[in-house]
T-cell receptor, first 112, second 113 residues
Framework: DAGITQSPRYKITETGRQVTLMCHQT?????MFWYRQDLGHGLRLIYY???????DKGEVPDGYVVSRSKTENFPLTLESATRSQTSVYFC???????????FGAGTRLSVL | GENVEQHPSTLSVQEGDSAVIKCTYS??????FPWYKQELGKRPQLIID?????GEKKDQRIAVTLNKTAKHFSLHITETQPEDSAVYFC????????????FGAGTRLFVKA
């Protein structure tokens, strides 16, 4: 589990600000994912990536941007934060040919 | 796309009793069904999974059953203990060439001592 880390763990920002959440994994996993977790909604997929420079939208991509220039990093950017983006964000990774997703510890984001 | 429904949203049982959580999925192409446990303030962690070529899988007090025809799968926890109290998520995904995992909304399990 220490192989996938998220930073920061907690973040408070204001509406309209740009925020970037970082995700780093040391397993060289091909696949990486960003989820948001809200009460009553479980885990909803925001974006995912199959490899470096390959990303695609999930269930709730609006207002978010991702990039993956290196296999080990998958940052998530909120270009202009809104209050509705207050949530807990989880990054996850999965190896090529594997099924199991491993989650990071999460980032709790509050947009005021 | 895939949709996963999970019931109940809250479940309260007495210590030692069994707990059952049920999920349904919509995409018949889904072939991998993991269950995650999330304790308060922690990350989700895989507790058991099942693939579509298997009808049942057991690991100590935890078992999962899958009915592909009905698109149902269930988690069974026997002899529940207070430390089983957590939120449980089911999920469905396609492993062959796919990588999107869709989660249910979660079940909050309370085990009363």
């Amino acid at each position: 589990d220490a192989g996938i880390t998220q930073s920061p763990r907690y973040k408070i920002t204001e509406t309209g600000r740009q925020v970037t959440l970082m995700c780093h994994q040391t397993w060289s996993h091909s696949y990486m994912f960003w989820y948001r977790q809200d009460l009553g909604h479980g885990l909803r997929l925001i974006y995912y990536s199959a490899a470096a420079d390959i990303t695609d939208k999930g269930e709730v991509p609006d207002g978010y941007v991702v990039s993956r220039s290196k296999t080990e990093n998958f940052p998530l950017t909120l270009e202009s934060a809104t209050r509705s983006q207050t949530s807990v964000y989880f990054c996850a990774s999965r190896g090529f040919g594997g099924d199991i997703q491993y989650f990071g510890a999460g980032t709790r984001l509050s947009v005021l | 796309g895939e949709n996963v429904e999970q019931h109940p949203s809250t479940l309260s049982v007495q210590e030692g009793d069994s707990a059952v959580i049920k999920c349904t999925y919509s995409d018949s192409a889904s072939n991998y069904f993991p269950w995650y446990k999330q304790e308060l303030g922690k990350r989700p962690q895989l507790i058991i999974d099942i693939r579509s070529n298997v009808g049942e899988k057991k690991d100590q007090r935890i078992a999962v059953t899958l009915n592909k025809t009905a698109k149902h799968f269930s988690l069974h926890i026997t002899e529940t203990q207070p430390e089983d109290s957590a939120v449980y998520f089911c999920a469905a995904s396609m492993t062959a060439g796919g990588f999107k995992t869709i989660f249910g909304a979660g079940t909050r399990l309370f085990v009363k001592a």
